[in-house]
């Protein structure tokens, strides 16, 4: 089991920058690809960005393409996804998924890939 806690969330306002971290705990000896989604009520939980366990991949969602940064540094155990020129239509919830990968290098983009999800954190961006 893994367990997943989101922070970082908050109110900012248009063009401004949030920086949301996910930390692991659990069994985190394995080998875990990790995601963000988000949510608005009424819709379909979202695939913003994922990131393969060795770090070198990452995929992003058209929409947030080269205005959000993933990472992660797996010595502590945590994903960070910087969040840059924020949009009034960024605002949701954000959730911090997590999956045993097939190997080192995979990455995913559909949420049924996850095994783990945190409990998300909220996102609000004023116009």
Known sequence: QVQLVESGGGLVQAGGSLRLSC???????LSYAMGWFRQTPGKEREFVAAISWSGSYTEYADSVKGRFTLSRDNAKN?????????????????????????SGNSFYRRAISYNYWGQGTQVTVSS
């Open 23 to 29: 930390r692991a705990s659990g069994r985190t000896s």
């Open 78 to 102: 945590t994903v960070d996804l910087q969040m840059n020129t924020l949009k009034p239509e960024d605002a949701a919830r954000y959730y911090c998924a997590a999956t045993p990968a097939y």
